[in-house]
């Protein structure tokens, strides 16, 4: 059952010679599980110094290092790792001397100077930068309790760990310790419980008023990728109030430098609603930032094209088509948007009217995503609204119809065709003749190749309305893209016949069963035409 | 009956025959009636008990080919042969040999597909038998199978579970010993089962970061999140006194591992904000996918810090609090549960998250966390309907736990949410019996407390300080939290004197008396002269009221309780005069000292 640690555990409890762990990196500097160039150049730094520097072997060149280290020092490495790690007594020892140095002259690096985390550099960094507020940190550690028993190590997990700096995910020790770390640096923290897991302690491993000890590597640090899709990436430079967020709607104040390819192109203090920042002259990506800032926080912003102004640039800036942006902004204050559950039937209804308006003037000027929040707020207010008066409910039911309808068609715009099709089907579903709604996700679904369904609804157009001509010659060009689909499918296919059919006929012949799930897939290829398989697929979307 | 020997006999040399005969043809030359004869020879062999002559056949290396092609057949037979003898049968034995035999001839992938078919058909009290039984087979045929092996597995798992799933799990002591249906048993099983195919995953990805068996581990999480659900969520998982080894903590141990091996248990525990779905195109299914996984999640959590499952290797440098709030979601998803294992599982995870914290360390931010504000009004949902008495109980330490934790404005904030948003006098009264004792602490600490005195607690009190409906209020049902109140002003103008004023209550005393003080006059009045009325009307009815035709009827846990006679109705009716008696009496108290107070300082002044 304890397999899985005999990999990682080759020294148990004992204390790994510090070189042994890197030589280990150092030899399979891809194991480290994630991408960065930190990794491997750390990893190529940590060679040389096992090669090159052999005092420092032992982590032992600290000053107060006991004299059983410094006799053996001269020897050779390997003999002196051998000699002086490889067991308990030696890695107590270790942890005792270094927790010593610590005590005697490790640097206060807390705010409040109050000793509560003393730390000393046992390898200075490689480059000068030091990570920022809310940065991913990929780290390696190791932790040791007072008594010199190992509690924790990245190392036996043989993955680094990951944490967004600064926001009290870790131990105060560690927000403290490792904002003050350069790229590469290793260094020794000893921690006062108050700055760790205090009275409490941490079930199982960590008793009550426990000082820890760690050994941090700072590997790689990187900004917060908001949306997990690199276009746009956080950097605080000053950490904001509380958790609360704007949210969409809320009116913020905020002071921006906006800067292409190095120059200033915008600098302003702006007040303004999130999601019509473009009403302003601001890229869609500091209204979707807003929404994870918080009150009085300066962050800078990287934008890519898709969130900053698009193909289509931004004349009077000068900005070219896909340029990508750096924004620093500071949200002075906002105000919140009332939550959909706050507001009352009449106030949504009117609500809506504005917002349609809204998103129709973003639509005709090409602001697709800009119009997409609007139409947005109509759905999500009333699409879950019970209740209603008779009057109520109409006016609601066309409101909701149009912001379905000029959603599809922002979606077109915007080439998100499965969200085209969904907003249509909800359009259809209050009215299921719409000509509009029938007509867009005919266009949506024959963008995704789905001719056959995409003539089904072309056709229902005609039916409702027999003059439409656009829908004539859609018909058209779905059969046109069947033919020459099923064309190619039946190249594709005609190997297989000759196969399927010996084997269907030597298979009805032996077998009486039920087929079951797992042969399905093989059997349904058969000579079937694509356009039923097509259609069978679509069913169930 | 010898008519029906020398049929069975029959059989037997029925199936020597096609067995001779298609021992000399080519394996491409076997036709459908080959096929067809075998099974049916074979079969009447089985349910005539000729099992032994079956077993030599197939052991038969002249029959090596016929076995590769047909033997799958056989399974469906054999299985139903194996659960008609009895243990010790040798008949038994032999069916057993013979299954051991198919599994190491037959081809594969048809073998594959019949015993899945078998596993399938199976339901009610034979479904943990049947899997037990096919186990075994299943894995060696899985072991040979060249293609789609990681598609195959997750097929078994997931058959196998779905399966189990509609089965109950046994909770108690005594029902995990009994494991009626054998569930125990065979969950271990299963995880037996699924242990070569996760070796050999950790070991492809031991070989390189970059090959990675991306199905298998599909498979393998997926069966790891059906199992936490399945049976882990709804199991009893306390060490049980006297029970060595409890199968489903063993069970859940095995989960954690296994999701431990293929590096997914870390990710699963604090990374799971992040859409882990994203091949989801259809947002039902993502939406699906999400709930089902939010119980899992829920499920694992517990394990890893109530049960200390996996600890060992868990990181520990995470703060309590973003502990805690990475589990408020899971305890959320929990208490929402009206089941006790899933109840019980999520007070014992807000708790071990909250024993973690030290007092007055929680950040009152982390209310701006929606499930910080939800959770506690779930738990005032369990504390006050909940049938389960213990469960109750615990929930109220917990409120009073998670109270402990915050800062002065944390409390402060959850005061008043819980005041506006409990509608049960009991827990309001406990609300107000906390405010007392702040404001207590803020009196005799050193430290100043601004959310304790002055005008924090000036709006505050005027949420406390009140009647809900004025004089109306039924002074009945809220009684607890009046009671409550009273106490809390009459501390407050013993403990603070007029001329220091800290809490700021002399200065809003006006205000106190018109909206509470006297509306309860008020009120007391109207409420004991209509009790004193029904009592009067009681009494003299008395003859009459055996008779009267009861206006509704009560219900306590299902059950209909007998109609009140008269005497129980006079006696509730007394007992609610007696509570009336109890807060005048306190009323008085309180107005006595407000005055005696007021005149020192008039006199004082004068």
């Given at each position: 059952m304890r397999k899985r640690c005999r990999p990682h555990r080759r020294d148990g409890q004992a204390e790994p010679p510090m070189e042994r762990e890197h030589r280990g990196g150092a030899r399979r500097p891809g194991r480290l599980g994630w991408r960065g160039r930190a990794g491997a150049l750390g990893a190529r730094r940590r060679r040389q110094l096992f090669v090159w520097n052999p005092g420092r072997v032992a982590g032992g060149d600290l000053p107060g290092h006991s004299s059983l280290l410094r006799r053996s020092r001269g020897g050779k490495v390997r003999g002196l790792c051998k000699e002086t790690m490889t067991t308990d007594e030696a890695a107590k020892g270790e942890g005792e001397v270094q927790a010593v140095a610590l005590a005697e002259r490790g640097e206060d690096i807390t705010p409040a100077r109050d000793r509560g985390v003393l730390k000393i550099i046992k390898r200075p960094g490689s480059e000068d930068e030091s990570p920022m507020?809310?940065?991913?940190?990929?780290?390696?550690?190791?932790?040791?309790?007072?008594?010199?028993?190992?509690?924790?190590?990245?190392?036996?997990?043989?993955?680094?760990?990951?944490?967004?700096?600064?926001?009290?995910?870790?131990?105060?020790?560690?927000?403290?310790?490792?904002?003050?770390?350069?790229?590469?640096?290793?260094?020794?923290?000893?921690?006062?419980?108050?700055?760790?897991?205090?009275?409490?302690?941490?079930?199982?491993?960590?008793?009550?008023?426990?000082?820890?000890?760690?050994?941090?590597?700072?590997?790689?640090?990187?900004?917060?990728?908001?949306?997990?899709?690199?276009?746009?990436?956080?950097?605080?430079?000053?950490?904001?109030?509380?958790?609360?967020?704007?949210?969409?709607?809320?009116?913020?104040?905020?002071?921006?430098?906006?800067?292409?390819?190095?120059?200033?192109?915008?600098?302003?203090?702006?007040?303004?609603?999130?999601?019509?920042?473009?009403?302003?002259?601001i890229p869609i990506g500091i209204d979707k930032a807003l929404e994870k800032m918080q009150r009085g926080e300066h962050c800078v912003l990287y934008l890519g094209p898709r969130y900053g102004f698009g193909e289509t640039g931004k004349a009077k800036y000068g900005i070219q088509a896909n340029a990508e942006l750096v924004y620093e902004v500071t949200l002075k204050s906002f105000e919140k948007a009332k939550e959909s559950w706050e507001m009352d039937t009449k106030e949504k209804l009117e609500q809506a009217a504005i917002v349609k308006q809204k998103g129709t003037m973003y639509f005709k000027e090409g602001k697709y995503l800009q119009a997409v929040i609007q139409y947005g707020k109509i759905v999500s207010w009333l699409e879950m609204e019970y209740g209603l008066s008779?009057?109520?409910?109409?006016?609601?039911?066309?409101?909701?119809?149009?912001?379905?309808?000029?959603?599809?068609?922002?979606?077109?715009?915007?080439?998100?065709?499965?969200?085209?099709?969904?907003c249509c089907d909800k359009a259809l579903g209050l009215d299921q003749d719409n000509e509009k709604g029938l007509y867009r996700r005919g266009e949506a679904r024959l963008l995704m190749n789905e001719f056959e369904l995409a003539k089904c609804d072309f056709q229902r157009v005609l039916e409702v309305n027999p003059q439409n001509k656009a829908a004539k010659s859609q018909i058209s060009v779905c059969q046109k893209k069947t033919k020459e689909h099923n064309e190619r499918d039946r190249r594709i296919y005609a190997n297989m016949f000759a196969k399927f059919a010996e084997r269907d006929a030597k298979e009805a012949a032996s077998k009486t069963r039920v087929k079951t799930a797992a042969e399905k897939p093989a059997c349904e290829k058969g000579p079937e035409t694509p356009g039923a398989k097509d259609e069978e697929a679509e069913g169930h979307v | 009956m010898p008519e029906e020997q020398s049929q069975t006999i029959m059989a037997v040399d029925e199936l020597q025959a096609i067995v001779?005969?298609?021992?000399?043809?080519?394996?491409?030359?076997?036709?459908?009636?080959?096929?067809?004869?075998?099974q049916v020879a074979g079969q009447k062999c089985l349910e005539d008990g000729y099992a032994a002559q079956l077993l030599e056949v197939i052991q038969n290396e002249k029959n090596k080919v016929i076995i590769k092609n047909m033997g799958w057949n056989l399974i469906s037979p054999l299985v139903r042969c194996i659960f008609m003898y009895k243990q010790e049968d040798d008949k038994r034995e032999h069916c057993l040999k013979i299954l051991d035999q198919l599994a190491e001839l037959c081809n594969p992938k048809e073998l594959f597909l019949s015993l899945l078919e078998q596993i399938e058909q199976t339901s009610g009290e034979q479904v943990c038998q049947t899997v037990m039984l096919l186990l075994q087979p299943l894995q060696t045929v899985l072991l040979k199978l060249q293609n789609k092996k990681a598609y195959s597995v997750g097929l078994s798992l997931a058959m196998i579970m779905n399966q189990l799933t509609p089965l109950p799990v046994p909770y108690t002591k005594q029902q995990i010993e009994e494991d009626k249906l054998g569930l125990c048993q065979c969950c271990n099983a299963v995880v037996d089962f699924a242990k070569p195919f996760v070796n050999e995953l950790v070991k492809n990805m031991e070989k390189s970061s970059e090959y990675n068996d991306v199905e298998l581990k599909e498979e393998l999480l997926k069966f790891c999140m059906k199992s936490l659900k399945y049976p882990l969520l709804t199991a009893q998982l306390e060490q049980l006194e006297g029970i060595e080894e409890h199968p489903f903590r063993h069970f859940a141990t095995e989960i954690v591992d296994i999701l431990w091996d293929i590096k997914e248990l870390i990710p699963l525990v604090f990374l799971r904000h992040r859409d882990r779905s994203p091949h989801w195109e259809n947002q039902e299914f993502a939406e699906m996918e999400q709930k089902n996984s939010a119980d899992s999640l829920a499920c694992l959590s517990y394990l890893i810090f109530v049960q200390h499952l996996g600890i060992a290797c868990?990181?520990?440098?995470?703060?309590?609090?973003?502990?805690?709030?990475?589990?408020?979601?899971?305890?959320?998803?929990?208490?929402?549960?009206?089941?006790?294992?899933?109840?019980?599982?999520?007070?014992?995870?807000?708790?071990?998250?909250?024993?973690?914290?030290?007092?007055?360390?929680?950040?009152?931010?982390?209310?701006?966390?929606?499930?910080?504000?939800?959770?506690?009004?779930?738990?005032?949902?369990?504390?006050?309907?909940?049938?389960?008495?213990?469960?109750?109980?615990?929930?109220?330490?917990?409120?009073?736990?998670?109270?402990?934790?915050?800062?002065?404005?944390?409390?402060?904030?959850?005061?008043?949410?819980?005041?506006?948003?409990?509608?049960?006098?009991?827990?309001?009264?406990?609300?107000?019996?906390?405010?007392?004792?702040?404001?207590?602490?803020?009196?005799?600490?050193?430290c100043d407390n601004v959310w304790f005195t002055g005008h924090h607690l000036i709006s505050l009190l005027d949420l406390v300080l009140m009647l809900p409906e004025g004089a109306e209020t039924d002074l009945l049902q809220h009684s607890d939290r009046i009671m409550a109140s009273l106490n809390l002003l009459r501390y407050l103008v013993i403990k603070d004197c007029e001329s220091d004023n800290q809490t700021g209550v002399w200065t809003t005393l006006a205000k106190i008396e018109r909206n509470f003080l006297k509306p309860l006059h008020v009120g007391l009045n109207m409420s004991k002269a209509h009790y004193e009325a029904e009592i009067k009307n009681k009494?003299?009815?008395?003859?009459?009221?055996?008779?009267?035709?009861?206006?509704?009827?009560?219900t306590v846990g299902g059950e209909k309780m007998p109609a009140m006679t008269t005497e129980m109705q006079l006696q509730v009716l007394h007992s609610a005069l007696f509570t009336f008696d109890l807060i005048e009496s306190v009323l008085a108290r309180v107005e006595e000292l407000i005055e005696v107070k007021i005149k020192a300082v008039m006199d004082e002044h004068s």
């Open positions: 507020i809310g940065d991913k940190v990929y780290v390696h550690y190791k932790g040791k309790l007072a008594n010199g028993k190992k509690f924790d190590s990245s190392r036996d997990r043989n993955e680094p760990f990951v944490f967004s700096l600064g926001k009290g995910q870790v131990i105060k020790a560690w927000d403290i310790g490792v904002a003050t770390m350069k790229k590469g640096e290793i260094c020794y923290l000893l921690c006062k419980p108050e700055y760790a897991y205090g009275s409490a302690g941490s079930a199982p491993k960590i008793p009550s008023n426990a000082t820890l000890f760690f050994e941090v590597e700072l590997l790689d640090f990187k900004g917060e990728d908001l949306f997990e899709d690199g276009g746009i990436i956080r950097r605080i430079k000053r950490k904001g109030e509380g958790y609360s967020n704007p949210n969409e709607g809320a009116t913020v104040e905020i002071h921006l430098e906006g800067f292409c390819g190095g120059t200033r192109f915008d600098c302003k203090d702006v007040k303004f609603v999130v999601g019509e920042g473009e009403d302003h002259d008779e009057k109520e409910s109409k006016a609601s039911d066309s409101f909701l119809l149009a912001a379905f309808l000029n959603l599809a068609m922002c979606y077109l715009k915007l080439r998100e065709y499965a969200k085209a099709v969904e | 001779q005969r298609c021992q000399i043809l080519e394996e491409a030359d076997f036709k459908g009636e080959d096929f067809n004869l075998f868990f990181p520990v440098v995470f703060s309590p609090s973003y502990l805690l709030q990475c589990n408020m979601t899971h305890i959320e998803v929990l208490l929402k549960r009206t089941e006790e294992s899933m109840l019980s599982k999520g007070l014992d995870l807000f708790e071990s998250c909250l024993l973690r914290m030290e007092d007055d360390s929680l950040l009152h931010q982390y209310l701006e966390f929606r499930t910080f504000i939800n959770v506690p009004q779930d738990l005032v949902k369990v504390m006050t309907l909940c049938p389960i008495e213990h469960l109750r109980k615990k929930s109220l330490n917990i409120l009073q736990l998670f109270i402990d934790k915050f800062d002065a404005e944390g409390k402060y904030t959850l005061f008043r949410c819980l005041l506006k948003t409990s509608n049960h006098a009991g827990v309001e009264g406990y609300i107000i019996k906390n405010i007392k004792d702040q404001i207590h602490s803020s009196l005799t600490k050193a009494k003299e009815n008395r003859k009459e009221a055996h008779s009267s035709n009861t206006v509704c009827s009560v």
